[in-house]
């Protein structure tokens, strides 16, 4: 690569300054506007049920692509094209709003905990999660803008408010990475609420089995190294350092959470997640580790990696603080972790609590009130916190944290609302014979009109989402070494983030029957 390009590139992406949360914010509700859309004909129209390929592309792909590139500076009229025939479509019944059939589903008596039982035991079958395609849908499109945007913006089309900032301000690409670890932590709350009994489980075996886990992401970060070096592919030096990039701070994540096991089981998850952050801002403001960050020279591998290392205690506390939406969002409500705590404190004993069922009906109307109670005391923190502190990726502070647990407690919460306004879930009375007393409990109804499942690019998508990831990257990498991106036509690099974007959804959707990688 020719080294004038080389540095006017490096120039390109560099010294941004960012956008306005509210600026960002409306770009990402395009996405909840196109869900919606994309769940208003599958629930209004028979020949829509089940959508071709090219179908979810215009629907779900193609209005990201053009919120984050051309209507990237007035998102707002793109979101209400997309909500208008929605609108018109909620006029129109539900496919299949009938009356309710009689459920004939299974009378098996839910799993239980017995009162005096030794719950650190491990148990003989491992209960299953419900779906929750609202999680699906979030994950998936959180991906997606991830995927888009890191190619989008080595084009003139994608403006630079929304590229990553240099050291203070908020953009689309810094979302998109805090974001990225704030879904990894909600995924790593499955295995703890299946079995909380795992956080008291012995630490070396868990660390070993993490080892084996993420080796593959290590990997992976240190051939994006030498590919980088290599190739002399342009970098932005302050993103994380010379040498590490972000598969190695993804990779060190679970790692960490594993050793915090211990203190889990006695702490509040969300609290756990703020004190850590607190800490990271206390290292930076009162332990020099903010001054050392933009003033020290790069003189040794520590000081040349130093955003990387510095920021990393800052997206630990965003992944515990994902962990901890996700021992809400998951279980069947969002109480069942806090008593599954109480229980491993009391080791068993506690005598209040005799059932405990990871795999029955969720309830939704609680959960929607603790997200919505979550998300207004984020928000009003990140307001109360910026009035002094400036948001800064590049440090992960706490303004950063605060953001991103905000942005995605929130956004969760919509495509929840979503999943619940287009695909209610009915309940149906079922008799329990193993109760004597005769009364009877809830279950969801299998005629419900719920579709179980989130758009299905999306959960293709999110089926392999490491893998597309990585294939992003690849095609990013060749596009950018054989295209002079910075100097390409507002028309033709639609065209190739167009083509981009059809390939990697086409691969997600031909693999949509399996799981590639394993993590």
Known sequence: ????????????????????????????????????????LRSRLVALKSMPFLVECLVLILPLLLSMTIYAEAPGPLAVLLLAPTAVLLLVPPIDSGTPLPSKTSETKP?????????????TTQPSLRPLPALT???????????????????????????????????????????FVFSQGIVSAIPLIKDPSHLNAPLKPKLFKIIKKIAPVILLGIVRVFLVKGTEYPEHVTEYGVHW?????????????????????????????LWIGVLQQFALSSGGLKDFLLDAPRSNIIYANKEGLISLLGYFSIHIMGLALGTIVLPPSPSFFRKQQSILVDGGKDQRIAKLD??????????????????????????????????????????????????????????????????????????????????????????SSHAKSAPALLEA????????????????????????????PNGKAMLILGGYAFGVSAFAWLFRGRRIWKM
């Not at 540095?7 to 919606?36: D, P, Q, R, Y």
């Not at 799993?111 to 148990?123: I, R």
């Not at 004597?436 to 809830?442: A, D, H, M, V």
């Open 1 to 40: 690569m020719d080294d004038d390009y080389k540095t006017s590139k490096e120039a390109f992406v560099s010294g941004m300054t960012g956008s306005t949360v509210l600026h960002i914010n409306t770009i990402c509700a395009v996405a909840l506007a196109s869900v919606a859309l994309h769940s208003a």
């Open 111 to 123: 799993e239980s905990v017995a009162p005096n039982s030794n719950f650190n035991s491990q148990p």
């Open 137 to 179: 849908t979030y994950r998936a499109h959180m991906m997606l803008m991830t995927m888009l945007s890191i190619l989008a913006v080595d084009f003139p089309v994608f403006p630079r408010s929304l590229a990553k900032c240099e050291t203070y301000g908020v953009s689309l690409m810094d979302l998109g990475v805090g974001s």
């Open 358 to 447: 990871p795999s029955a009906p969720r309830q939704n109307s609680k959960t929607i009130i603790e997200l919505f109670s979550y998300s207004i005391v984020w928000w009003a923190l990140l307001a109360f916190v910026r009035l002094g502190l400036d948001v800064s990726r590049r440090m992960a502070n706490i303004s950063y944290i605060l953001w991103i647990v905000a942005f995605n407690t929130s956004f969760i919460l919509g495509y929840y609302l979503l999943d619940m306004l287009f695909f209610p879930t009915r309940l149906s009375k079922l008799k329990d014979p193993s109760d004597p007393s005769g009364k009877r409990i809830l279950q969801e109804d299998p005629t």
């Open 245 to 273: 990039n972000f598969f190695l701070t993804l990779a060190i994540m679970p790692l960490a959470e594993v050793a915090l096991h211990p203190v889990i089981v006695h702490v509040p998850i969300p609290l756990l997640g």
């Open 461 to 488: 998508m999110n089926k392999n989402s490491l893998v597309l990831f990585l294939l992003a990257n690849v095609a990013t990498g060749i596009i950018n070494l054989y295209t002079p991106t910075m100097y390409t």
